[in-house]
């Protein structure tokens, strides 16, 4: 006998399996995601490694381009190594200020004054420097003070050198030169902690007074009080103007108001006592009268207004040439320091910062002999490159079109292995078949598509292809053997001269990280696949057990199922044979619970049929 009963297999069947089939996927998803972390490590630290490489590389670059500044002006190598060291130290112990601009400026010390020693210039930067974190200056602004400094107040310290530093005859010259950076530092030091001025505003003042006053015989100290004093209500330019007016009219105003403003050798007097004798004949305060006949002796609105606002401040004025000359007396930088140091008040991470780059320009130094060596090596490869595309313009195309091709292939494979893993994820079992068919057939066709045009060009110009390799394969087969021996040999010794530097770095990492080594073996691939493929297997061997398991429930326990060789795309067919009785269920549908209905339907109908018969 043979009944038919819609049924709709393949849906019912899934709601037996989809259990098993998840938990097969949840494994997949697991070793998929472990092995992308991996991946997703191992490239993380390759790319930082390399970045880290160009980083030392272009560290190094910008240091060596100020070395080659500096050895521009006649330094050897020897000095210029000097001041890299006095460079690295400084830029270790202070922040705001790289080795890169130290260099920079030591630059700016040696053209400003050429006659100094490569030490000298070493240490002339260096006071410089320090002198700007003192002063919240910057070092250009020094750099480019000292050398003014230097070309003006120089002969002056020489005199003042001889009277107070202790065994000033034995001194180089270079020695001078440094005693005379420490020297100049400390006084605008002192005059920014005195005034209300800043490095930048005195060296403002100093650049536009110049040699007025050192040519006047006024002392550094008395120049920097009186500056310092006017720039408390104006900026350093202005002081400096109104001290050049001063000084430029005192002598005939002297004379104009009945009042000697030299002394014996007919040098200008102290700006202190200039103001006594002003004070003695005009008393402790101007009216505008007297005002006027000062304006008059001195001819500028300038030189009135300087003496206007030293007038009543005589007293501090001495005390703060005084307090100056006795520090400009002890020598050495000690004030200079302190004032930085308190500057350097939590400023650890540009120390740190400076401490980095420093490393970064050590190691690229390590590496550029080899960069060097193999820049030259392969730049006479590129230029024969250069030269073959020249002479042969329809065969390099050709080459760049297969190089394309390859390319393309490369991108296509790439990209289809991204999209079908987020297809696998996106869409569980399902997405997981499709991935497997689109990696198989899409790169494949993608691929022929471009290989496709690559071979027609090369088949179009074949004649030319097939001439030119007929008069290039005798040269070549003579040149192969010697030119891979040097080829080998080249990078051999590129790998050789790269390596060696980090060798300790290497060993040392491989003392300290070994438990990485055991982490990486955690996530041995041939394991996974191994559980992969039996979990794999055990959820075919269930899923098969849930259909049988279904068919004989559903028979009464006496079912043999058996499943078709062809199936059509219309319908899912599935037969029971029941004793001498066949079932046939061929049901479309796509609701489960409303399948059910029917086939327990049709099977109760079918049962009462045979119940009915047998009464018969």
Request: hydrophobic letters at 40%.
């Amino acid at each position: 006998m043979s009944n038919v009963v819609n049924f709709g297999i393949g849906i019912t069947l899934a709601d037996h399996f989809t259990r098993r089939l998840g938990k097969a996927q949840k494994g997949v998803v697991s070793f998929t995601t472990k092995l992308a972390a991996i991946s997703t490590v191992s490239a993380g630290v390759g790319s930082k490694m390399l970045a880290s490489f160009g980083d030392f590389t272009e560290k190094f670059a910008k240091v060596a381009q100020k070395q080659g500044d500096i050895m521009s002006l006649g330094m050897d190598t020897t000095g210029m190594e000097g001041i890299t060291q006095k460079a690295l130290a400084f830029s270790s112990k202070w922040s705001k200020m790289t080795t890169e601009e130290f260099i920079g400026a030591s630059y700016d010390i040696k053209s400003g004054i050429a006659s100094l020693g490569d030490t000298a210039v070493g240490e002339m930067t260096r006071l410089s420097g320090v002198t700007a974190k003192a002063t919240k200056s910057n070092i250009d602004t020094m750099t480019s003070l000292f050398s003014t400094g230097y070309s003006i107040y120089s002969k002056q310290f020489y005199k003042f050198g001889a009277s107070t530093i202790k065994g000033w005859k034995a001194l180089s010259q270079e020695e001078k030169d440094i005693k005379f950076g420490e020297y100049f530092s400390v006084g605008i030091s002192s005059s920014v902690t005195n005034f209300k001025t800043d490095g930048a505003k005195m060296a403002n003042a100093i650049s536009t007074l110049g040699a007025t006053a050192t040519t006047a015989n006024v002392s550094l100290a008395e120049q920097l009080n009186i500056m310092g004093m006017l720039q408390a209500t104006m900026g350093g330019s202005d002081s400096a103007t109104k001290y050049k007016a001063f000084l430029n009219a005192a002598g005939s105003a002297g004379k104009k108001l009945g009042l000697n403003f030299r002394d014996s050798n007919k040098n200008l007097l102290a700006m202190p006592l200039i103001l006594d004798k002003l004070k003695k004949k005009f008393g402790k305060t101007l009216d505008d009268v007297e005002k006027k006949k000062i304006k008059d002796a001195f001819g500028t609105d300038e030189a009135l207004a300087l003496i206007t606002l030293l007038y009543d401040k005589n007293e501090d004025l001495k005390k703060g040439i005084n307090d100056t000359n006795n520090l400009l007396s002890k020598g050495g930088i000690d004030y200079t320091k302190k004032m930085a140091q308190a500057r350097e008040y939590g400023q650890e991470y540009g120390k740190l910062s400076n401490q980095f780059e420093n490393f970064g320009y050590i190691i690229g130094k390590q590496l550029a002999p080899a960069m060097s060596w193999l820049s030259e090596k392969l730049g006479g490869f590129i230029n024969k490159v250069v030269s073959f595309t020249s002479k042969h313009e329809k065969m390099a195309q050709i080459i760049a079109t297969g190089a394309v091709a390859f390319a393309g292939i490369a991108t296509v494979l790439g990209t289809v292995g991204i999209a079908v893993a987020g297809i696998s994820l996106a869409f569980g079992p399902l997405g997981a078949m499709f991935s497997m068919l689109m990696i198989g057939l899409s790169p494949l066709v993608l691929a022929v598509g471009v290989l496709a045009g690559a071979v027609y060009l090369l088949i179009d110009n074949w004649e030319l292809v097939r001439t030119f390799w007929g008069g290039l394969w005798d040269d070549m087969t003579d040149k192969v053997s010697s030119a891979w021996d040097d080829i080998t040999g080249t990078f051999d010794a590129v790998v050789e001269k790269i390596k060696a530097p980090f060798i300790p770095f290497f060993e040392w990492t491989e003392r300290k990280f070994a438990k990485l080594s055991e982490f990486v073996k955690s996530f041995d691939i041939g394991q996974k696949f191994d559980a992969i493929g039996k979990s794999v297997s055990d959820t075919a061997k269930g899923v098969w057990d849930s259909v049988s398991n279904f068919a004989v429930n559903m028979t009464g326990g006496n079912a043999t199922l058996q499943v078709p060789s062809t199936v059509s795309k219309a319908t899912n067919s599935t037969v029971i044979q029941e004793g001498d009785s066949t079932f046939h269920f061929n049901i479309k549908g796509d609701n489960p619970e409303e399948i059910a209905r029917k086939v327990k339907a049709m099977i109760d109908a079918q049962n009462r049929d045979k119940k009915q018969r047998s009464i018969e």
